[in-house]
């Protein structure tokens, strides 16, 4: 009997791994093996062809199903309070945005909800949320701040982020987005609200360990490239990764601006031109495609994935869930949707959640694919091919889900 695999606390024979290796094509399937799992790390994987004799009792045996790398959403805005959904009917009634903003809806209503909130109504609110992505497979997700815009509120979001971590099985990643909008307190002097986040709320989220990145919405109706440089040198001198909403509505230079700070990522995209592409290919920042956004918009630029894939820049897939642009909870629709409507194939898709989403986090040495060495996130499937995963929504495949070696339930 394998040494390895002996060592190995927990072991499921006969799985088909689809490893998401980059040496490996496409969805790096292999033939049937055995994977091992010790202290949390995916220890052992062997080929059943390989394994001689009888083996212990507490061996499961998977019959051949599929098992991937866990799913990783990596950029969602799932902490907030109250809803959009008045505004979101009046929208469809033709009342334009604008008008919608002047009386008191848009992103500030839900600022207004989000900071008259408390942190255990916070963490209620997001804990249903939290647990469709987990009953879809998401073992690692990603959480902004953005909606407090002030010191206590911001950290308010980042703590209920870290307290939905602990509490529950699944891995999360925080990120301090303060520079999401002008809040109305500072509407007449934006300079002053970037001044504060430099000098107050990126020092305070880092002494408390609390963002494990800095993001900004770069954009007209945002922030300037000049307030986002601002914001990543302040970042940077607090040893914060730095990501950006780039190029969603207009081309500021974003992307350029981001790579030149080895940003681990910028999202959005649809207008990315020639020079930020070539900016991300140069320093390996990942593109990460929010096409729930881009769809709950009836938006029509689609980003340039044509040119990122010739350049071989990464393309992250990821849910982008929010009140106001993206209400859907759901990473797997987010797959299909970077299918059908950014002409993604279904492997792209499947490495956007996995491998290119691990890196979109700077977790591309512990997660995001089926290798000895690497974190036990992985999951089980009932189907017969992982293309189902982008093609199939709304029903259950899910037969096992792990997250750090310990099997979880994810109903």
Not at 178 to 189: I, L, M, Q, W
Request: charged residues 20%; negative net charge; hydrophobic residues 45%.
């Amino acid at each position: 009997m394998n040494k390895e695999l002996l060592n190995c606390e927990r072991v499921w024979l006969n799985v088909m791994p689809a490893t998401l290796r980059p040496d490996l094509a496409d969805y790096g399937l292999l033939e049937p093996h055995a994977l091992g799992v010790h202290d949390g790390k995916i220890h052992a994987l062997v080929p059943m062809q390989d394994l001689k004799g009888p083996h212990p009792a507490h061996w499961r045996d998977m019959k051949g199903k599929l098992v991937t790398p866990g799913l990783i959403d990596c950029h969602t805005h799932l902490i907030f309070a109250g809803s959009r959904a008045e505004e979101f009917e009046l929208r469809q009634q033709g009342v334009p945005y604008a008008e919608i903003a002047r009386k008191g809806g848009g992103i500030l209503s839900t600022v207004r909800a989000t900071r008259a909130a408390s942190e255990d109504r916070l963490y209620e609110l997001a804990v249903p949320r939290i647990k469709s992505l987990i009953r879809e497979g998401v073992t690692t997700v990603e959480i902004k701040s953005g909606y407090g815009l002030t010191l206590a509120d911001e950290l308010k979001m980042l703590r209920v982020a870290r307290r939905l971590g602990e509490s529950l099985p699944i891995r999360v990643k925080t990120t301090l987005l303060a520079a999401h909008a002008v809040p109305p307190e500072y509407r007449d002097d934006p300079d002053s609200w970037v001044e504060t986040i430099c000098q107050e709320i990126i020092p305070a989220a880092a002494e408390a360990g609390l963002a494990d990145a800095v993001d900004v919405f770069c954009e007209h109706i945002g922030f300037s490239l000049a307030q986002t440089e601002q914001v990543y040198l302040a970042a940077d001198q607090y040893n914060l990764a730095v990501k950006g909403h780039m190029d969603q509505l207009s081309n500021l230079g974003g992307s350029t601006l981001a790579a030149h700070f080895g940003a681990l990522s910028v999202d959005h995209l649809e207008h990315l031109d020639a020079t930020g592409i070539q900016a991300l290919a140069h320093r390996g920042v990942v593109a990460t495609l929010l096409p729930t956004a881009f769809y709950f918009l009836k938006e029509t630029k689609l980003p340039p994935v044509e040119a990122l894939r010739r350049a071989g820049v990464p393309m992250a897939v990821s849910s982008d869930i929010n009140p106001g642009t993206a209400p859907i909870v759901s990473l797997r629709m987010a797959m299909n949707m970077a299918c059908t409507l950014f002409g993604l194939t279904p492997v792209e898709a499947m490495a956007g959640v996995t491998r290119h989403a691990a890196r979109a986090l700077g977790e591309q040495e512990r997660l995001g694919q089926l290798r000895v060495g690497m974190l036990a996130d992985f999951l089980v499937w009932n189907c017969a091919h992982p293309a189902e995963l982008s093609y199939l929504i709304g029903v259950d495949q899910l037969v096992s889900r792990v997250v750090n070696g310990e099997e979880t339930h994810h109903g």
